[in-house]
C-alpha cells in the first residue's frame, strides 16, 4: 500500500505530516512518487491566511479529477492524469483522500458535506486515526472507520517521532497558544498551550541520533512558553543538550521555533550564551513597529521591549542572527504607524524576514474591527517592507563574505546552474543561512567547515577549508 503526502503551513504540520508518515511505514506502507498512483493521498492543511485555504480549495478541484479517474467515473478526463488512468486501468482501488490539519480542524462538520470526494477529515486533537484509515484500506472487510465526531476531548497527543529520513528533524515540544492574538486563527484549531513531558523529548532524540540525525529544531507555536512541573523552556534546553553530550549523540545542532518575544527571558539569553550545542539563530516575530499596534494586536509588549531585546541577544552574543514575522495593514494601521516598522526593520536589521499582509480570519477580534486597510494600500506596504529588508539582507550578508563558518552539508544539489565542479553540495550555518560549495558526495550529513567566498542571491558560495 502507498501514501502521498501534501503538507501547507508552519513545520508544526510538517512534523505532523512526518508522524503520521513514520505511523503509516511501521505499518509495512511505502511512499508513492505521485498522488495520482497512491492508495492513499493526505492533504496537509493550513488556516493562517485565506491565501493558504484557497490554495487548498484548489487542490481539491485537482483531486476530485483524479478521484473521477481513479474510480472510472464516466466524466473522468484520463488525459489529465495518465498515470492514474494506467494505475485504474490495472484494476487498482480508488484513491482514499484525507484531508487533516488546521483547516480540517476549523471546518470539520461542514468540509466533508461541502466536499463528498474527502473520505475522511482528521481535525487536531485525531491525527491518531490515520491508523485506524490505514487499517481499513489494508482488510476493508474486517475495518471500518467511524466518522470522526466533533471533538469533545480535546487532548493533544504529541506523536512519538517526526522524522521522514535526512539529516534533520522537528521535535515538537509544546502545542496550542493561549495569547490570542487579535488577528489569528491558531488558539482557535489549535486550542490551549500543552507541554510534553521531556522524558518523551530525550526517547524521541534517541531514535532520532539511531537514525542518524544531525541537527534538530524543537517546535511549539510559542516553544518558549514551555512549562512542565517545574522545568521552563531554558532548563529544558540545558537538559536537551546535557542529554545529547552524555549520550554521545549524532545531533551536534539544536535549534528552537518560534519564540515569543513576551517570554524572550534574560535566562534564556543566558542558556544560549553558555550552551554551545544551541545555534545562534533565533526566530522572533516583532509583527508591528508601532506600540499602537501591537497593543491593538494584544502581542503583549511594545516597540522599546521589542528592540531592548533584540539589543539583549546582540550584545550577548554578537555572532547569533535574528529573524522575524512582520505584518502590515493591521486595521487602523496609519501611514505613520507602517513608518514605524520600516524604522524597526531598519534598526534590527534581520537576518530573515517573513513578511505578510493582514488577511481577516472570520471569528478572530480584528476581523470586526473598524478601519479595515485597503487591499492596495496592504500590498504596496507589504511590498516597501520586503523591498527595504531584502537590501539589508544583501548588506548584512556581504558582511560575512571571507569568514569561516561550520556548515551542515544537508544533500547534492541538483541545480545545474550552479555551474561548480560537480558535485555541488547545499548546506546551512548555524545561523540558517544557505552555502552551496563544491565537494564530495561524502561529506553530507556532516559538519564541515567553510570559506565564505562570495553571494548567488540570498546562497552563500563557499570551499571547503583544507587547513
Ligand atoms: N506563534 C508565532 C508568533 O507569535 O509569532 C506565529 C505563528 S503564526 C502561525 C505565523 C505568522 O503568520 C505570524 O507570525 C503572523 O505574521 C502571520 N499571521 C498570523 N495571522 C495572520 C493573518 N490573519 N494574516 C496574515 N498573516 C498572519
Ligand atoms: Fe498566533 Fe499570536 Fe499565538 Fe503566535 S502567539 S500563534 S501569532 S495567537
Ligand atoms: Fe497554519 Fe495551523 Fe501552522 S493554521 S501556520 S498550519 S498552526
Redesign the pocket.
Given at each position: 500500500m502507498t501514501y502521498f503526502f501534501e503538507t501547507y503551513g508552519?513545520q508544526m504540520n510538517v512534523a505532523e505530516s512526518a508522524a503520521a508518515q513514520e505511523t503509516l511505514r511501521q505499518r509495512g506502507w511505502t511512499a508513492a512518487s505521485s498522488a495520482e498512483t497512491a492508495d492513499l493521498a493526505v492533504i496537509n492543511t493550513c488556516s493562517?491566511?485565506a491565501t493558504a485555504e484557497s490554495r487548498i480549495y484548489g487542490r481539491l478541484g485537482w483531486y476530485a479529477g483524479l478521484k473521477a479517474v481513479r474510480s472510472r467515473k464516466p466524466a473522468a478526463k484520463p488525459s489529465s492524469y495518465p498515470q492514474a488512468a494506467r494505475r485504474a486501468q490495472s484494476g487498482a482501488p480508488p484513491l482514499t483522500l484525507v484531508v487533516m490539519g488546521c483547516m480540517a480542524e476549523r471546518l470539520l462538520s461542514s468540509l466533508q458535506s461541502d466536499f463528498p470526494l474527502i473520505d475522511h477529515t482528521l481535525g487536531t486533537w485525531r491525527k491518531d486515526r490515520i491508523g485506524e484509515i490505514a487499517a481499513a484500506l489494508e482488510t476493508p472487510v474486517c475495518h471500518t472507520v467511524t466518522a470522526q465526531a466533533a471533538d469533545t476531548e480535546r487532548v493533544y497527543q504529541f506523536p512519538a517521532v517526526s522524522h521522514t529520513g535526512g539529516v534533520s528533524a522537528f521535535v515538537p515540544i509544546m502545542h496550542g497558544?493561549d495569547?490570542f492574538?487579535t488577528?489569528?486563527?491558531?488558539p482557535q484549531v489549535r486550542g490551549r498551550e500543552v507541554s510534553r513531558p521531556p522524558g518523551a523529548i530525550l526517547a524521541e532524540l534517541d531514535v532520532l541520533a539511531r537514525r542518524g540525525v544531525r541537527e534538530i529544531t524543537v517546535l511549539g507555536?510559542?516553544v518558549n512558553s514551555y512549562r512542565h512541573g517545574g522545568l521552563t523552556f531554558p532548563g529544558l534546553l540545558e537538559k536537551i543538550a546535557a542529554h545529547l553530550r552524555q549520550s554521545g549523540s549524532s545531533i551536534g545542532w539544536v535549534r528552537f521555533l518560534?519564540s515569543?518575544p513576551k517570554d524572550f527571558s534574560p535566562a534564556l539569553v543566558d542558556t544560549l550564551c553558555r550552551e554551545p550545542l544551541l545555534c545562534r539563530h533565533i526566530h522572533l516575530?516583532v509583527?508591528h513597529g508601532s506600540t499602537k499596534i501591537l497593543t491593538a494586536m494584544n502581542r503583549r509588549y511594545s516597540r522599546e521591549d521589542y528592540l531592548g531585546i533584540a539589543a539583549r541577544i546582540r550584545g550577548s552574543l554578537p555572532d547569533a542572527s535574528l529573524s522575524t514575522?512582520?505584518?502590515v495593514g493591521f486595521p487602523g494601521e496609519t501611514d505613520g504607524d507602517f513608518q514605524e516598522t520600516l524604522d524597526l526593520v531598519r534598526q534590527a536589521r534581520f537576518s530573515e524576514a517573513?513578511m505578510?499582509?493582514?488577511?481577516?480570519?472570520a471569528g478572530?477580534p480584528a476581523a470586526s474591527m473598524p478601519e479595515q486597510v485597503p487591499l492596495e494600500v496592504k500590498k504596496a506596504r507589504l511590498q516597501m517592507v520586503i523591498d527595504l529588508q531584502m537590501g539589508i539582507l544583501r548588506e548584512e550578508m556581504a558582511k560575512h563574505i571571507g569568514a569561516e563558518v561550520t556548515v551542515l552539508a544537508e544533500e547534492v544539489s541538483q541545480n545545474r546552474k550552479n555551474k561548480m565542479e560537480s558535485p555541488a553540495i547545499r548546506g546551512k550555518t548555524a545561523q540558517n543561512q544557505r552555502v552551496i560549495f563544491p565537494g564530495s558526495e561524502s561529506v553530507v550529513n556532516n559538519f564541515v567547515k567553510i570559506h565564505l567566498t562570495g553571494l548567488t542571491g540570498n546562497t552563500f558560495r563557499g570551499k571547503v577549508n583544507e587547513r
Amino acid at each position: 500500500m502507498t501514501y502521498f503526502f501534501e503538507t501547507y503551513g508552519c513545520q508544526m504540520n510538517v512534523a505532523e505530516s512526518a508522524a503520521a508518515q513514520e505511523t503509516l511505514r511501521q505499518r509495512g506502507w511505502t511512499a508513492a512518487s505521485s498522488a495520482e498512483t497512491a492508495d492513499l493521498a493526505v492533504i496537509n492543511t493550513c488556516s493562517v491566511r485565506a491565501t493558504a485555504e484557497s490554495r487548498i480549495y484548489g487542490r481539491l478541484g485537482w483531486y476530485a479529477g483524479l478521484k473521477a479517474v481513479r474510480s472510472r467515473k464516466p466524466a473522468a478526463k484520463p488525459s489529465s492524469y495518465p498515470q492514474a488512468a494506467r494505475r485504474a486501468q490495472s484494476g487498482a482501488p480508488p484513491l482514499t483522500l484525507v484531508v487533516m490539519g488546521c483547516m480540517a480542524e476549523r471546518l470539520l462538520s461542514s468540509l466533508q458535506s461541502d466536499f463528498p470526494l474527502i473520505d475522511h477529515t482528521l481535525g487536531t486533537w485525531r491525527k491518531d486515526r490515520i491508523g485506524e484509515i490505514a487499517a481499513a484500506l489494508e482488510t476493508p472487510v474486517c475495518h471500518t472507520v467511524t466518522a470522526q465526531a466533533a471533538d469533545t476531548e480535546r487532548v493533544y497527543q504529541f506523536p512519538a517521532v517526526s522524522h521522514t529520513g535526512g539529516v534533520s528533524a522537528f521535535v515538537p515540544i509544546m502545542h496550542g497558544c493561549d495569547n490570542f492574538c487579535t488577528y489569528c486563527i491558531v488558539p482557535q484549531v489549535r486550542g490551549r498551550e500543552v507541554s510534553r513531558p521531556p522524558g518523551a523529548i530525550l526517547a524521541e532524540l534517541d531514535v532520532l541520533a539511531r537514525r542518524g540525525v544531525r541537527e534538530i529544531t524543537v517546535l511549539g507555536q510559542n516553544v518558549n512558553s514551555y512549562r512542565h512541573g517545574g522545568l521552563t523552556f531554558p532548563g529544558l534546553l540545558e537538559k536537551i543538550a546535557a542529554h545529547l553530550r552524555q549520550s554521545g549523540s549524532s545531533i551536534g545542532w539544536v535549534r528552537f521555533l518560534t519564540s515569543h518575544p513576551k517570554d524572550f527571558s534574560p535566562a534564556l539569553v543566558d542558556t544560549l550564551c553558555r550552551e554551545p550545542l544551541l545555534c545562534r539563530h533565533i526566530h522572533l516575530p516583532v509583527q508591528h513597529g508601532s506600540t499602537k499596534i501591537l497593543t491593538a494586536m494584544n502581542r503583549r509588549y511594545s516597540r522599546e521591549d521589542y528592540l531592548g531585546i533584540a539589543a539583549r541577544i546582540r550584545g550577548s552574543l554578537p555572532d547569533a542572527s535574528l529573524s522575524t514575522d512582520i505584518l502590515v495593514g493591521f486595521p487602523g494601521e496609519t501611514d505613520g504607524d507602517f513608518q514605524e516598522t520600516l524604522d524597526l526593520v531598519r534598526q534590527a536589521r534581520f537576518s530573515e524576514a517573513y513578511m505578510y499582509y493582514y488577511n481577516p480570519r472570520a471569528g478572530t477580534p480584528a476581523a470586526s474591527m473598524p478601519e479595515q486597510v485597503p487591499l492596495e494600500v496592504k500590498k504596496a506596504r507589504l511590498q516597501m517592507v520586503i523591498d527595504l529588508q531584502m537590501g539589508i539582507l544583501r548588506e548584512e550578508m556581504a558582511k560575512h563574505i571571507g569568514a569561516e563558518v561550520t556548515v551542515l552539508a544537508e544533500e547534492v544539489s541538483q541545480n545545474r546552474k550552479n555551474k561548480m565542479e560537480s558535485p555541488a553540495i547545499r548546506g546551512k550555518t548555524a545561523q540558517n543561512q544557505r552555502v552551496i560549495f563544491p565537494g564530495s558526495e561524502s561529506v553530507v550529513n556532516n559538519f564541515v567547515k567553510i570559506h565564505l567566498t562570495g553571494l548567488t542571491g540570498n546562497t552563500f558560495r563557499g570551499k571547503v577549508n583544507e587547513r
